[in-house]
């Protein structure tokens, strides 16, 4: 299928140039993916660290940032250190972070979420749409009733209004992932029988309602995106599938959407799913990092998530935004300028890069350095997000608190397999 939308011809190598997004200019098609900075204290606040993270990526030449997910509602919190936007106390410090990306020519949108039954707070009582097990926290959450759901909009809509308030160009909604949008969307853990659920289309009516509600907040000037999972990867038959997704898709950008992030929607781990391992690493580049086990393996593949894109750039008139396993200038141009994509959000690369952007554009390096071997993952919630491997220092620093049992501790709700390294 072609897409509906006339795009203007760009030159190939053009993600280096200016576009727009919606109507938010931005100066290069590069996004920081969301990232959870894992920066917050005891009530969701964020402090310098946080704003020093957003500024350097924003000096670093990326051309928009999406925050780490920062959850609306306390019922809806994924862990101690995550970032919340759930009350207008928040405002104040996130005005900080968007007054120093702008200051520096960036452009930031706020990600909102609401992590659902996957939530690691666990002295919190969680959300779910049906009392079904979940799979990465194994947590057993009763049905919503209509109210708590009503409840969850109107945080949405909250959340905007405070990221509008807090001076963000946008906004970009979680709904990928396996959190409460995803748990929405799926035949596997939405089995209610009502408005909310029963069929695809009352299944799509959560982030449709969330979509509206978020979208009466932000102005003309500003944007609204969405990370969507496109399709269930778990080990169970009957979940959602791209096909009837995509649909939904075209439903949520008629509501409102300037773009959509492809994802994948439930997952059983995150590694196997949507933070694949050793993407694009070489065995020149597993040597200089001393990663010996990967020697004489294969490079994993570039772009996991170009079939996702395709799909939704092939029948929806949308700004189509590619995540997972993007790591070269070559492949990152090429993905452009065949118009697979319009923009390439990254995550792991601008961890140990801030700056990636300007290295890529100006030719001084081919690709990202990161090897994707996912132990900031597994800090996440831990420790304030940074690269493990660089200085070497860090990877002394992960060996000691592995062996000294910190993951089996605080915030590791997750099963085991849900968050480790690759391998
Ligand atoms: C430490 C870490 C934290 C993440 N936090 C978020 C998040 O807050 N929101 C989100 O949408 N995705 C999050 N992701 C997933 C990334 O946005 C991205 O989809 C995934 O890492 C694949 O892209 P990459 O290959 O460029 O890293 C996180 C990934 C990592 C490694
Ligand atoms: S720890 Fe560093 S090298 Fe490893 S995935 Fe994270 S950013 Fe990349």
Redesign the pocket.
């Known amino acids: 299928m072609g897409r509906l939308h006339a795009l203007p011809a760009r030159p190939s190598g053009s993600a280096f140039a200016p576009a727009h997004l919606g109507p938010v200019a931005v100066r290069n098609r590069l996004i920081r993916?969301?990232?959870?900075e894992s920066m917050a204290d005891a009530a969701g606040r964020i402090g310098d660290d946080y704003v020093a993270l957003h500024a350097a990526l924003a000096a670093g030449g990326v051309g928009l940032s999406?925050t780490?997910?920062m959850f609306v509602h306390p019922r809806g919190r994924y862990g101690e250190l995550q970032a919340g936007i759930d009350s207008d106390d928040a405002i104040a410090g996130l005005r900080r972070v968007t007054d120093a990306v702008h200051h520096r020519g960036g452009r930031i949108f706020a990600?909102i979420a609401h992590a659902g039954s996957q939530s690691m707070m666990f002295d919190s009582e969680a959300l779910a749409p049906s009392q079904v097990d979940n799979v990465m926290t194994g947590r057993h959450v009763r049905a919503a009733h209509d109210d708590e759901i009503q409840e969850v909009i109107t945080a949405f809509g909250q959340a905007a209004r405070r990221a509008m308030e807090a001076g963000f160009d946008g906004v970009h909604l979680?709904g990928?992932?396996g959190y409460l949008i995803s748990q929405f969307r799926s035949p596997l853990t939405n089995r209610r029988q009502d408005d909310w659920g029963g069929d695809q289309q009352r299944r799509d009516r959560f982030p449709l309602e969330v979509i509206r509600a978020v979208r009466e907040q932000i102005p003309t000037d500003k944007g609204l995106t969405m990370?969507v999972g496109l399709a269930d990867l778990v080990d169970q038959d009957g979940g959602l599938a791209v096909g009837e997704s995509v649909l939904g898709v075209a439903g949520f950008v008629a509501a409102g959407l300037d773009g959509v992030e492809v994802?994948s929607n439930l997952m059983s781990d995150y590694v196997s799913a949507?933070?694949?391992g050793y993407?694009a690493v070489t065995r020149k580049r597993a040597l200089e990092d001393l990663l010996l086990h990967r020697l004489h393996k294969p490079p994993e593949p570039e772009g996991y998530f170009l079939p996702f894109a395709d799909a939704v750039g092939g029948a929806v008139d949308t700004n189509v935004i590619v995540?997972?396993?993007?790591r070269t200038a070559e492949t990152i141009d090429a993905v452009i300028s065949a118009r697979r994509a319009d923009f390439v959000?990254?995550?792991?690369?601008f961890?140990r890069e801030p700056d990636l952007a300007l290295r890529l554009a100006d030719g001084g390096q081919v690709g990202a350095a990161c090897v994707?071997c996912?132990i900031?993952?597994m800090h996440?919630e831990h420790h304030p997000?940074k690269c493990w491997r660089t200085p070497r220092a860090n990877l002394l620093e992960h060996a000691r608190y592995r062996l000294a049992g910190g993951f089996a501790g605080k915030g590791s709700g997750r099963k085991p397999s849900a968050g480790g390294a690759a391998d």
């Open positions: 993916a969301g990232t959870g999406f780490g997910h990600q979680h990928a992932n990370k994802s949507s933070i694949r993407i995540v997972g396993g993007l959000s990254m995550a792991r690369p961890i994707s996912n900031c993952l996440d997000l």
